[in-house]
C-alpha cells in the first residue's frame, strides 16, 4: 500500500496523520471531563497506527511511471473487504438486537448493550460501514473504467476510504459509550459529522478531478448517480447536522432546530438519505455491473435519463411523508404525499430498465448466482417502492406508521435492494479485481444466494403480519364503543414474528459470512499480478446502445 | 429535451450544478416556509422551559436511544387521543432541540405519560420493567440508581441551548447546579430556587425516593413526569389556542 504511494504522497501522509494526531490530542485534553475524550484517544490511536504503517514502508523504492498505464484498483479491493466486515459485524449486531425483543435480558445490566445504544450501532454498521464502504469501493472502479482515466493520485482515496472508515468507528463506538444526537440515521455528534465533510469533499474532488481526465466524452449513467449520491447527502448532512455544541471540550450538542421544523428537517433528510444513499448509489452500482455481468447494453438511454431526473427530483419532496397526521401543517403532508405517490414513476422506470436489460440473458440468471443477485435485487427495488409509495398514502400511513411493517417495508428495500445489488457487484467484482477466472466456489454463491433470499422473505413476511397485525389491534373497538386492547395485549401479540424475524435476519447473517469466507479464498488463491490496463477503447457493453453513436 | 441532456451529460460542472439545482427545490419550498409562516406553531403564554434536572433527564433519554421504541406524537387519529390524551400540537415541542417525536412504537407513545404513574412506579419499573409489566420486553435500566448526575456542567449546557433559541435566563444558567440538586431535594435550601426560577407547578421531590443523592434515575423520572405537561395548550378548546 505505501510502496504505491509517491514520496511526496508519502510525506504528505505523514503531514496529515502527525495534524490528526494533534487534533486527536486536543480532543483527547479538551475532552478529558467528558465522554468526548475517549474519542480524542481514539483519533490518537488510528493516527499513530497509521504514522508507524507509513513510518515502516516509507523508504520502499518509489513507483514506477508504469502505473499511469493502470487502473489505481487497491483501495477498490481494500473497500470491499473492509465492506463485507462491517456487513458481518453490523448483521450480527442487528440480529442480536432483533433476539433482544424477544429475550429483553440480554443486556448484561450495562449501558453499553441495551437496546437503545445498539440498535444505532446496527444501522449505522449496515447502511454507512457495508453500504458506505461498497459504494466508496465500487464507485472508484466503475469511475476509472467509464471515463478510460485512472485516478488523479495514489493518496487521496486512501485518506476517503480510511477517513469514512474513521467516521463510522467513531460512531458506532460512540452510541455505545452514549454520545448520540438521537437523529435517526444522522446520530453521530458534531465533530463526528464535521470529519465527515472534510473526507466527502475530497470524495468529492476525486470524482471532479478524474472525469476532467476521462477519455470518454460522455459521463457514464452509473456517474450520475454517483455524483447524486455525493453531493445530495453533502447537502442533507450539513444542513440537518447543524447544531451548536456545548463547549469544545463536550460531544453533546443542541440540534439548532426544534420541534415541527427539526422533525420536518430530519425527515427531509432521514428519507433522502434512503434515496440518495440506499437507492442512488445502488443504481449507480446497478447500471454499471447488472449491464457488464449479463454482457447486455442497459435497455433504454432515455429511459435512464427519465428515471435520473426524475427520482433527483421528486424524491427531495416526499419526506414528509413520515409525519402523516403529526403536529406538521397539514400542507406540506399532503404535498409529501402527492410527491411520493408521483415517485413510482422513475422508480419503476429504473427497476424496468434493469430487468428488460436482462431480455436475451435469462439463460444466465438461471445459471449465474451472481447475477440472479442482481435481478432480484431489480425485484426488490420495484416491490419496495412500491409499498413505500402506498404506505405514504395518508389514509394507509394512519396504519402503517409507528408500526414493524414500516421495519419491514425498511428492511425489504436494504436486504432485498441494497444488500443484493451489493453482494451481486462484490461477487462479480472481486474475481476481475484479484485476476481469477471465477471466484472460489460457484455453489457457495448459490448457496450464500438462497439464504439471502430465504432470510429476507422470512423477515419481510414477519414484518408485515406483526406490523398489520399491531396496526389493527390499536385501532379495534369492542361493540360498548371503548379500545377493545391494550398496548400489553399487542405486544404479546408480537412474540412469534419477533422470533420469525430474528430467525429470518440469523439466515441472512450466515449468507454474508459464507460470502466473506469465499471471497477470502478467491483473495488467497489469486495470482499475483500486475493491474487491469488503462483501456484505450470504449468498453463495447456500456456504450453499446444506438442513442450513444451519432456524433462521435 | 433530450438532445439537451446529450450535451448536458458531456460537461461535469453543468452536471454537478443541474443535480444541485432540481435537488434543491423540495426542500426549499417544503421546510423555509415553516419557519416564516406563523399558524405553523401555536402560541402558548403559559409555556415554560425545562428545568436544568429534566433537561439532564431528556439527555440521558436521549443517550439511551428511548426515542427509538417510544413515540412523543400523538396524531389526530380518535383511537390514538382516546389511548393515550390529546392529540400533539407544534407549540408542545418548540423547546426540544432536537424533537423526539419518534418513529416507531415497539413501547407506547409517551407524549402524555407525565403523571400518569407515580415516581416510585417509574423507578420500579425502569429498575426492572418485568417487575411492573409481566409482559415487558424494555431493557431494564437498573443502573441508572447506581450513577450519579453530572451537574457540573448543566450551567454550559442550558447555554448552549439558549444559543439555539430557548429562552434560558442568565439567572436560570447561574444557579443550574442548584437547582438540580435542589428539584429533587424539596427539604433542601435549594429547593426554593426551582419553583422561583420555573414556576409553582414544578415537581419538586425526591423522584427516585432517596432524598440525599441526585442520581441519573432522578433525572429520568424528572422528565417522564414532565412530558405533556409544559403548557396546557393541547387541552384547551381549539378555538382557545392562538395560532
Same mark, same amino acid.
Given at each position: ?552 | ?122 423507578? @420500579?419499573? =425502569?429498575?426492572?420493567? #418485568? !417487575? %411492573? ?8 435500566? *437498573? ?12 450551567? @454550559?449546557? =442550558?447555554?448552549?441551548? #439558549? !444559543? %439555539? ?8 444558567? *447561574? ?30 421531590? *425526591? ?37
Amino acid at each position: 500500500m505505501i510502496g504505491q504511494l509517491t514520496i511526496g504522497e508519502r510525506q504528505f501522509a505523514l503531514v496529515m496523520l502527525l495534524a490528526l494526531a494533534v487534533i486527536g490530542f486536543a480532543i483527547a485534553v479538551a475532552g478529558r471531563d467528558d465522554l468526548l475524550g475517549g474519542h480524542g484517544a481514539l483519533v490518537i490511536l488510528v493516527a499513530l497506527a497509521g504514522i508507524f504503517a507509513v513510518i515502516h514502508g516509507y523508504y520502499l523504492p518509489a513507483p514506477s511511471e508504469q502505473r499511469f498505464e493502470r487502473y489505481y484498483d487497491d483501495p477498490t479491493k481494500v473497500g470491499i473487504i473492509v465492506a463485507m466486515g462491517w456487513a458481518v459485524f453490523g448483521l450480527f449486531v442487528g440480529d442480536w438486537v432483533a433476539w433482544l425483543l424477544v429475550y429483553p435480558e440480554l443486556t448484561f445490566d450495562a449501558g453499553w448493550s441495551s437496546f437503545g445504544r445498539i440498535r444505532p450501532v446496527h444501522t449505522t454498521s449496515v447502511i454507512f460501514g457495508f453500504g458506505g464502504n461498497a459504494l466508496i469501493a465500487t464507485s472508484l472502479y466503475v469511475l476509472q473504467r467509464t471515463s478510460r482515466a485512472r485516478l488523479p493520485d495514489q493518496l487521496s482515496p486512501w485518506f476517503v476510504l480510511f477517513g469514512y472508515n474513521l467516521f463510522c468507528l467513531l460512531a458506532v463506538t460512540g452510541y455505545m459509550m452514549g454520545i448520540t444526537q438521537s437523529k435517526e440515521y444522522a446520530e453521530p455528534e458534531w465533530y463526528a459529522d464535521i470529519w465527515l465533510v472534510i473526507v466527502w469533499v475530497v470524495y468529492f474532488s476525486i470524482y471532479l478531478r478524474t472525469l476532467a481526465r476521462r477519455k470518454e466524452p460522455h459521463i457514464y449513467v452509473a456517474n450520475w448517480y454517483y455524483m447524486a449520491f455525493i453531493l445530495v447527502v453533502a447537502i442533507l448532512h450539513i444542513v440537518n447536522n447543524l447544531a451548536v455544541p456545548v463547549s469544545l471540550g463536550h460531544a453533546k450538542s443542541y440540534s439548532s432546530f426544534s420541534g415541527v421544523q427539526d422533525a420536518m428537517t430530519q425527515w427531509w433528510y432521514g428519507h433522502n438519505a434512503v434515496a440518495f444513499f440506499l437507492t442512488a448509489g445502488f443504481l449507480g452500482m446497478m447500471y454499471y455491473y447488472l449491464p457488464k455481468r449479463a454482457n447486455r447494453p442497459i435497455f433504454s438511454y432515455r429511459l435512464s435519463i427519465i428515471s435520473f431526473w426524475g427520482i433527483t427530483f421528486f424524491y427531495m419532496w416526499a419526506g414528509s411523508h413520515h409525519l402523516h397526521y403529526t403536529a406538521l401543517p397539514h400542507w406540506v403532508q399532503t404535498l409529501g404525499m402527492t410527491f411520493s405517490v408521483m415517485l413510482l414513476v422513475p422508480s419503476w422506470a429504473s427497476a424496468a430498465n434493469a430487468l428488460l436489460t436482462l431480455n436475451g440473458a435469462w439463460d444466465k440468471v438461471r445459471e449465474d448466482a451472481t447475477l440472479r443477485f442482481m435481478m432480484v435485487a431489480a425485484v426488490f427495488y420495484g416491490l419496495s417502492t412500491f409499498e413505500g409509495s402506498f404506505m405514504a398514502i395518508r389514509s394507509v400511513n394512519s396504519l402503517s406508521h409507528y408500526t414493524d411493517w414500516t421495519v419491514g417495508h425498511v428492511h425489504a428495500g436494504t436486504l432485498g435492494w441494497v444488500a443484493m445489488i451489493t453482494f451481486g457487484a462484490i461477487y462479480a467484482s472481486v474475481p476481475w479485481l484479484w485476476k481469477r477466472e471465477s471466484m472460489y466456489s460457484a455453489r457457495l454463491v448459490e448457496v450464500h444466494f438462497w439464504l439471502a433470499v430465504a432470510g429476507t422473505i422470512v423477515y419481510v413476511f414477519a414484518m408485515w403480519n406483526s406490523g398489520i397485525i399491531q396496526g389493527l389491534m390499536w385501532r379495534t373497538y369492542s361493540e360498548s364503543g371503548t379500545l377493545a386492547y391494550s398496548f400489553v395485549d399487542s405486544l404479546v401479540a408480537m412474540r412469534p414474528y419477533y422470533i420469525a424475524r430474528a430467525v429470518g435476519g440469523l439466515l441472512f447473517l450466515i449468507g454474508a459470512v459464507v460470502g466473506c469466507y469465499n471471497i477470502w479464498m478467491t483473495i488467497r488463491t489469486a495470482p499475483r499480478t500486475a493491474g487491469e490496463a488503462v483501456s484505450a477503447k470504449p468498453d463495447s457493453v456500456l456504450v453499446g446502445t444506438p442513442a450513444l453513436q451519432p456524433g462521435e | 429535451m433530450f438532445g439537451f441532456h446529450y450535451r448536458l451529460e458531456r460537461k461535469a460542472i453543468g452536471l454537478v450544478l443541474a443535480i444541485i439545482g432540481v435537488a434543491s427545490i423540495g426542500g426549499i419550498v417544503e421546510i423555509a416556509p415553516l419557519f416564516t409562516i406563523h399558524q405553523t406553531v401555536e402560541q402558548a403564554p403559559d409555556m415554560r422551559v425545562y428545568t436544568p434536572l429534566e433537561l439532564a433527564g431528556r439527555n440521558i433519554y436521549i443517550r439511551e436511544g428511548c426515542y427509538s421504541c417510544h413515540s412523543q406524537m400523538i396524531r389526530t387519529l380518535r383511537d390514538e387521543v382516546e389511548r393515550y390524551g390529546p392529540y400533539s400540537l407544534a407549540v408542545e415541542s418548540k423547546y426540544d432541540h432536537p424533537m423526539l417525536w419518534g418513529s416507531k412504537r415497539t413501547g407506547p407513545d409517551l407524549a402524555r405519560v407525565g403523571g400518569k404513574y407515580s415516581d416510585e412506579w417509574h423507578v @420500579a419499573h =425502569l429498575n426492572n420493567p #418485568r !417487575a %411492573v409489566m409481566p409482559e415487558s420486553i424494555m431493557p431494564a435500566y *437498573a443502573w441508572l440508581s447506581r450513577t450519579a448526575l453530572r451537574t457540573d456542567d448543566l450551567g @454550559a449546557q =442550558l447555554k448552549a441551548i #439558549r !444559543a %439555539v433559541g430557548v429562552p434560558y435566563t442568565d439567572d436560570m444558567i *447561574a444557579n443550574a447546579p442548584a437547582d438540580a440538586y435542589g428539584q429533587a431535594a424539596p427539604d433542601s435550601p435549594d429547593a426554593e430556587g426551582v419553583t422561583k426560577h420555573y414556576g409553582a407547578a414544578t415537581n419538586v421531590r *425526591a423522584f427516585d425516593g432517596v432524598p440525599g443523592s441526585l442520581t441519573e434515575m432522578d433525572a429520568l423520572v424528572a422528565y417522564l413526569q414532565i412530558l405533556g405537561r409544559l403548557t396546557d395548550a393541547a387541552h384547551k378548546p381549539v378555538a382557545a389556542v392562538g395560532r
